[in-house]
């Protein structure tokens, strides 16, 4: 439940132990300064919103995040804001 209209497309980081110790700290931070959005919000355009959650439950694939309901594994920061910009550009990733 939201009271403010949804993104795009949007990026649940997960900070769960495994996570976290893997790095997912620094691919919340990372998304937030690529995207000039903060965690919990959208970007003024609407086309992209940043979550974190606890735990997505995929500790073995550890640090992940959920892209548009699609989990994506062990990312490294670079990767998924290349990767993220490409949704924005396309509206998919080839």
């Known amino acids: ?3 403010r209209p ?7 980081v997960c ?3 495994a996570c976290y110790v893997k790095g997912a700290g620094r691919v919340a931070d990372e998304l937030a300064r690529a995207f000039s959005v903060k965690v919990g919000e959208t970007t003024i355009d609407k086309k992209f919103g940043l979550q974190t959650a606890r735990c997505l439950g995929a500790c073995g694939l ?9 989990v994506v594994a062990r990312v490294t920061p670079e990767a998924l804001v290349e990767k993220i910009r490409e949704k924005l ?3 998919h990733v080839a």
């Open 89 to 91: 550009e396309n509206g």
């Open 62 to 70: 550890a640090p992940a995040v959920v892209l548009d309901n699609e």
């Open 1 to 3: 439940f939201s009271l």
């Open 6 to 12: 949804k993104a795009e497309h949007t990026c649940v």
């Open 15 to 17: 900070l769960g132990t």
